[in-house]
């Protein structure tokens, strides 16, 4: 969250810098989000109730269709019953399809907030949506390796959520020319560096992007008790709570939706 803000909040950056903060911001609003998911469904089953998988490793999606099917399970299998499935889903000929998978990406981005800025985030993916469906599943992309398919797509998430980040949609488009090398020439300062590339900040992105995707995920870990993984988890639990206690109050992203 630190290095996001101060990636964001500075008006100039080098091109690597500007990949760095929006890295950081896709790590901070996954765990953010799907950490208090993993708290929901455990408070549940506390409580006598089962709910669904959130989440399912969304970083490892190999297409922005099926990072649809790995991210915010919740609200993707709401838009898909309660607007695409009433708005005639893929029943209507091709067109319509495209239309309908744009159109309640749009309307998931404007539930996010009524804003351009994530009006322009839900299109990017209806479009994409849309564009892979044309494609079909013989598609030359389809041949790529894996590995490859992964890192595209990864990537391509990474230019939508500058757009969530961003504060305004003129925000967000200044940010991408400084991700492509297209910004006003760098006035960077060591302030900002040393926040960025700090010793902890580093050792954190390598762990995340470790546990995103090389990680068991949470889901798959809690299936099973035994004493050894019950012991590690109190232990976890008491030195995040400790973290949390000697850390400057940080809401959870996702409380203002």
């Known amino acids: 969250g ?7 909040g500075a008006d100039s950056l080098i ?10 911001y896709a790590f901070q609003i996954y765990f953010d989000f799907s950490g208090y998911s993993d708290m929901a469904i455990g408070l549940g ?7 669904l998988k959130n989440f399912d490793s969304p970083y490892l ?7 649809w099917k790995r991210w915010h399970i919740s609200l993707s299998n709401w838009l898909r019953d309660y607007l695409y499935f009433p708005l005639g889903g893929n029943r209507r000929g091709k067109r319509r ?31 994409m ?8 599943k013989e598609s030359p992309y389809r041949a790529l390796p894996r590995i490859l398919r992964i890192l595209i797509t990864f990537i ?12 305004n949609i003129g925000a967000a488009f200044h940010y991408l020319s400084m991700m492509f090398g297209m910004g006003e020439p760098w006035r960077g300062t060591s302030l900002l560096g040393a926040i960025l590339y700090s010793r902890d900040h580093l050792l954190v992105t390598v762990l995340s992007l470790i546990i995103v995707w090389f990680g068991k995920q949470s ?3 809690a299936q099973e008790l035994s004493w050894p993984k019950a012991v590690a988890m109190v232990l976890l639990f008491m030195l995040t709570l400790a973290t949390m206690f000697t850390q400057t109050f940080n809401p959870f992203l996702y409380f203002q939706f």
């Open 219 to 221: 889901w798959d870990i």
């Open 15 to 24: 091109w690597y810098d500007a990949w760095m903060g929006v890295l950081a």
């Open 156 to 167: 391509i998430i990474l230019i939508t959520w500058v757009f969530f980040r961003a504060d």
């Open 129 to 136: 949506l849309a564009f892979e469906r044309m494609l079909g």
């Open 2 to 8: 630190e290095v996001a803000d101060a990636a964001f």
């Open 97 to 127: 399809t495209y239309l309908n998978l744009t159109a309640v990406m749009l309307l998931g981005g404007f539930w996010h907030g009524s804003q351009w800025k994530f009006i322009a985030w839900g299109g990017i993916h209806g479009l």
């Open 61 to 67: 999606s190999e297409s922005i269709t099926d990072f």
């Open 45 to 51: 089953l506390m409580l006598g109730f089962q709910f």
